[in-house]
């Protein structure tokens, strides 16, 4: 009877143990790679910007830019136009300046593998700004793109600006960002370009 009551015990820390086990194997946090489960990036996470986001809105301007009569233009000329491209400005409460920064990187790309303009370095380009603005405050001022263009000796610049609009109800938020871009020509300073794409993100 003792040595029944032993085996009895044994067996029951043993069952413990096993559940102790399995609830930490249960609780353990899974870490997933996006290339191995694309559905990692579909779902909304908040109202706010993505990267998902911001890149369909960037495609949606580069393709309309690609079909645009300034690009005809540029083509025509056989990539002898002179093109910055200047910071978008975050017109939103959004903490989305390497987003920015990331939309910017893509649209040199874009612009170099066109192969229709001569695109200028951005690292020229922040340079420049030092020495108009002074190094003590090389800050950009989109004011002054047409200053900026004529010393680096571009003929366009694009860039383009981030947008929100926030609507309230008492069921319900709702958020659209507005991408507007465009090319100015820096000589006359007339939009040859201009498109806006939009997400709309809610809450319910």
Not at 70 to 98: C, L, Y
Request: glycine share 6%; aromatic share 8%.
């Amino acid at each position: 009877m003792e040595v029944l009551s032993m085996n009895m015990r044994k067996l029951s820390c043993g069952v413990v143990s096993l559940s102790l086990l399995l609830n930490i194997a249960g609780c353990r946090k899974e870490y997933i790679r996006g290339a191995n489960n694309p559905s990692v990036d579909a779902p909304a996470m908040s109202t706010g910007l993505d990267k998902d986001d911001i890149g369909r809105m960037l495609n949606e301007c580069l393709n309309h830019l690609g079909n645009s009569p300034v690009m005809q233009f540029w083509r025509e000329h056989q990539g002898k136009a002179r093109v910055a491209i200047f910071p978008f400005q975050n017109e939103t409460s959004e903490h989305i300046d390497s987003q920015l920064q990331a939309v910017l990187s893509e649209t040199e790309t874009w612009l170099v593998e066109s192969n229709t303009v001569m695109v200028i370095s951005r690292e020229r380009q922040l340079q420049m700004i030092k020495e108009v603005e002074g190094f003590s405050n090389a800050a950009f001022n989109p004011n002054k793109i047409g200053q900026y263009g004529r010393q680096l000796g571009a003929q366009y610049i694009v860039t383009g600006k981030v947008q929100a609009s926030d609507e309230r109800t008492d069921s319900m938020r709702r958020v659209q960002y507005f991408l507007f871009m465009q090319v100015i020509e820096v000589e006359t300073s007339a939009i040859k370009w201009q498109h806006k794409s939009y997400v709309t993100k809610a809450i319910r």
